[in-house]
């Protein structure tokens, strides 16, 4: 069970195309998703969170109007990164966890990535 | 915000080895999660361990809360092992339950 799928796995695209990640989970409920970045042999810096149906709260330093996200259901949450050009090239990451209330936090269940590279 | 530390950061095994990795983290945490990376960039769950030990397999992890770490232990080490193994904490307070990551032990194993 808690099996998150994340699409496309990898990107190439010219600089100025707009590309849209999407993370769902599959056999569960997620109230919260999670995105990441990991540039190479680096570990994962969380960008923003997305709660079901509300504004996604993000990162200090994490552009809002580049890193666009939506989560319109409690089983899809999508990153679109716009205007792309090559520095944003990255491993982006996602995550779902499911809120059993009274403070109890649940784990994270992580997607398999998608490699994106800005030409 | 809180701060976690691993180590060491690289360690070089012969196959059948044992090893144990170490993260230690700054403040109280009510959430705490182990992960290998392998080198296609998944990121495999292995331990949710806010507390107390856990075994699956050639794998146990133990969280002492109180004393601010945890420790995984990997017994009999095969090369699949290798990739990068990562620690995450959340905080209490505040709301959805972030994680942040330590940096990481790189582990290769030889055959």
């Known amino acids: 069970g808690a099996v998150v799928s994340q699409h496309p796995s990898w990107v190439i695209c010219k600089s100025g195309t707009s590309v849209k990640i999407e993370c769902r989970s599959l056999?569960?409920?997620?109230?919260?998703m999670f995105w990441y970045r990991q540039f190479p042999k680096q570990s994962l810096m969380l960008m923003a969170t997305?709660?079901?149906?509300?504004?996604?709260?993000?990162e200090q330093g994490v552009e809002k109007d580049k890193f666009l996200i939506n989560h319109a259901s409690l089983t899809l949450s999508t990153l679109t990164v716009t205007s792309a050009h090559p520095e944003d090239s990255s491993f982006y990451i996602c995550?779902?966890?499911?809120?059993?209330?009274?403070?109890?936090?649940?784990?994270?269940?992580f997607g398999d990535g998608t490699r994106l590279s800005i030409l | 915000g809180i701060q976690v530390e691993q180590s060491p950061p690289d360690l070089i095994l012969q196959e059948g080895a044992n090893s144990t990795l170490r993260c230690n983290f700054s403040?109280?945490?009510?959430?705490l999660q182990w992960f290998h990376q392998n080198p296609w960039g998944q990121l495999i769950n292995l331990f949710y361990?806010?507390?107390g030990t856990k075994q699956n397999g050639r794998l146990s992890a133990t969280t002492v809360a109180t004393e601010r770490y945890s420790l995984l232990y990997i017994s009999s080490s095969q090369t699949t092992d290798s990739g990068v193994y990562f620690c995450?904490?959340?905080?209490?307070?505040?709301?959805?339950?972030?994680?942040?990551f330590g940096k990481g032990t790189l582990l290769t194993v030889n055959p």
């Open positions: 056999d569960f409920q997620a109230t919260t």
């Open positions: 997305s709660n079901e149906g509300s504004k996604a709260t993000y």
């Open positions: 403040d109280s945490v009510n959430n």
């Open positions: 995450a904490v959340g905080a209490p307070g505040g709301s959805n339950y972030k994680l942040t």
């Open positions: 361990i806010p507390s």
């Open positions: 995550s779902a966890t499911r809120d059993l209330g009274q403070g109890n936090p649940q784990p994270q269940h």
